[in-house]
């Protein structure tokens, strides 16, 4: 089966507040996919029911031809926009930890990458800055073999040199056989990354396309396009 | 350090040109094995499908040959290097020409502009 | 599955439970000393007063502490993993939430049994310390007649005995679980919500309880025992069902609100 995901007449409403509205998307496997949209627009949303912490209101949500439950949570790679791995923590133990509960994760990829990064296996995470955090969760998330990786807002926050580093990862890190959606509104630097675009308006679909599609019939880049579409 | 895209047209045409680029000016000779498609991407900091779909198209160019499990040759037919080194200074010229044009010059005279500055340019002792 | 989550709590817990145990052992065997060399001074100085003092002092302190922090500890670290920042990695495993539940649940009366060890362990040093090892003799042999007496007669009081503090223990804390995820559900303002999240769980509690005694009174007056031993028994084996029962409708609820009611901010 060749599609990773699939979300039909998908809604999401926090009490009077609707997040998502009848969302019809359909994803390849084997594609790294933009998720764009303003602030509220319903991707946070998105990704956090595909990961399984929300529950849909109404609608379908299928990864893999599963739905949302323990067998798609082995398949999926969550890194979130925040930190969550516990303070208490070393390196070590989160190594640990993933070892223990993720059949696809490779210690030695991981261990490699944080090496890279002068990160030793017996650093405190409580005494690491913000920036090296998130390098950290994002070595871990992307040291899975998953079949589809959700990366929320990956390079916000971040400093320049710091993005650059987690975009080569996610790059290198790359398998043919897996999908990655990644939620951003820093476009220009993840344009040339992206295979896909989405882009998500009050909860629906705007633009589903290719990247090369968008810039051949709209004669400008994905950035200018977003702009446009999403004028304030 | 992460190649530079405009914004107006396909990726990976852009890429394409880059590469032609570098097999013209020598950066990588003839016949020789260009990094693999994941290096490239990383280094161009691209999509790897994208970076594959450029080589794809190059290959289809014949400028750049495929052998199964060494990797990607430059070719080393150089007349095919030449073919598009021409091509890609017509399209050099014609873009100079059309921006005179627009300065209000006429073909003769930017021909003649053009003659003109390399002359200098061979006289000047910064050179 | 269950096996690492418990792992994964035990070695949590740990890194604030045992430099409370260490201390809380430490301080006892300097109470004790404190006590031994006071006793063997002629005159007490007012520099051993106090150190005996001080010394006791921080035992019975750390008494409480632990005996407080091992309850509440269970329910906050539960909050803590489930339904803060860190629940962004704990639900996201592929793991189902009754064995979330089941994990907690487990390693939180490991500890205790583990607290409880500790609380003998201290008291026996305390004993040891301050009477000799053979007054401890005779009193161990005395209490030893006594249990054996014991269970001569109320083998059923003594296990049944057992079998209500560990299911009411159960209970209790899988209510304030409950408690817990509610809050998660009903997200209001944080202040106000904790306030009245505390005043559902004891309400609960009351009802609980209430309905419980009322049931316990029931039961005895039909059955009519003769003994004391066999109405101990009965009562017991009451308050045990009864917070069986409640157990698991707890349980299923805490599973329900996370399965399908979760909302991490």
Redesign the interface.
Same mark, same amino acid.
């Given at each position: 089966m060749n599609e990773i995901l699939v979300c039909s007449d998908l809604c999401k409403n926090?009490g009077q507040k609707t997040a998502l509205s009848h969302l019809e998307l359909t994803l390849e496997r084997?594609?790294?996919i933009g998720l764009l949209g303003p602030n509220g627009s319903g991707k946070t949303t998105l990704i956090?029911l595909i990961?399984?912490? +929300? $529950?849909p209101t109404y609608g379908s949500l299928t990864v893999g031809g599963n739905r949302i439950g323990?067998?798609t949570?082995?398949i999926?790679s =969550?890194l979130?926009e925040? &930190?969550?791995?516990?303070e208490?923590m070393k390196v070590k133990?989160i190594l640990d930890?993933f070892e223990?509960? =993720?059949s696809d994760f490779s210690r030695d990829r991981a261990v490699e990458m944080l090496t890279s990064l002068n990160i030793a296996v017996g650093d405190k995470i409580k005494t690491m800055s913000k920036g090296t955090k998130e390098k950290v969760q994002l070595i871990l998330v992307m040291s899975r073999e998953a079949e589809l990786y959700l990366l929320d807002e990956p390079i916000a926050g971040v400093d320049p040199a710091a993005r650059?580093y987690i +975009?080569?990862t996610i790059? &290198?890190n790359?398998n043919?056989n897996a999908s990655i959606i990644i939620s951003t509104h820093l476009i220009t630097d993840i344009?040339? $990354? +992206?295979?896909d675009v989405v882009m998500i308006q009050n909860g629906t679909l705007r633009i589903h396309a290719s $990247?090369?599609e968008i810039?051949?019939k709209n004669?400008?880049?994905v950035?200018?396009l977003f702009r446009e579409v999403f004028r304030c | 350090m992460a190649w530079y895209f405009s914004g107006d047209k396909a990726v990976y045409l852009q890429i394409m040109e880059e590469i032609q680029l570098r097999i013209i000016s020598g950066f990588y000779p003839l016949g020789t094995r260009i990094p693999s498609v994941r290096d490239l991407a990383e280094e161009a900091r691209v999509n790897p499908n994208t970076m594959q779909k450029a080589l794809t198209e190059l290959e289809r160019s014949e400028l750049v040959v495929s052998q199964r499990t060494a990797g990607k040759f430059v070719t080393c037919d150089e007349k095919r290097v030449t073919e598009i080194r021409e091509r890609m200074s017509s399209e050099c010229m014609e873009e100079f020409l059309s921006r005179m044009k627009k300065l209000g010059f006429t073909e003769k005279e930017a021909s003649e502009k053009i003659g003109q500055h390399c002359a200098k340019n061979e006289t000047d002792p910064r050179n | 599955m269950l096996g690492k989550l418990i792992k994964h709590d035990m070695r949590c817990c740990s890194k604030a439970f045992i430099p409370m145990l260490v201390a809380y052992l430490s301080v006892c065997l300097l109470m004790v000393v404190a006590i031994r060399y006071a006793d063997n001074i002629d005159n007490m100085t007012s520099m051993m007063g106090i150190m005996v003092a001080v010394t006791t002092t921080a035992f019975v302190g750390l008494l409480y502490a632990l005996l407080f922090y091992s309850f509440f500890g269970s329910v906050s670290r539960f909050k803590k993993n489930l339904f803060t920042d860190e629940g962004y990695l704990m639900n996201t495993l592929p793991v189902k939430p009754w064995q979330h539940i089941t994990s907690k649940l487990l390693s939180s009366f490991i500890w205790y049994a583990i607290t409880l060890a500790a609380i003998f362990l201290s008291m026996a040093i305390l004993a040891v310390g301050i009477s000799g090892l053979d007054e401890i003799g005779r009193m161990v042999s005395g209490i030893i007649r006594m249990m054996k007496e014991l269970l001569k007669e109320g083998v059923g009081v003594v296990m049944l005995g057992l079998v209500m503090l560990l299911t009411s223990g159960v209970c209790v804390l899988l209510l304030l679980y409950f408690v817990t995820a509610l809050e998660n559900v009903f997200k209001l303002r944080k202040g106000v919500f904790g306030l009245l999240s505390f005043i559902a769980g004891v309400v609960l509690f009351w009802l609980i309880s209430t309905e419980g005694a009322r049931f316990v009174i029931n039961v005895v007056e039909a059955f009519d025992p003769k003994t004391t031993q066999g109405t101990l028994e009965l009562v017991f084996g009451c308050v045990s069902i009864f917070s069986a029962l409640f157990s698991v409708v707890f349980f299923i609820g805490t599973n329900y609100i996370i399965s399908h009611k979760l909302n991490l901010e």
């Open positions: 926090y084997g594609k790294i956090k990961a399984g912490l +929300l $529950v323990v067998e949570k082995k999926v =969550y979130p925040r &930190t969550y791995i516990p208490w133990d930890f223990d509960f =993720y650059d +975009l080569r790059i &290198t790359y043919e344009e040339p $990354v +992206l295979d $990247v090369d810039r051949e004669q400008m880049s950035d200018a | - | -």
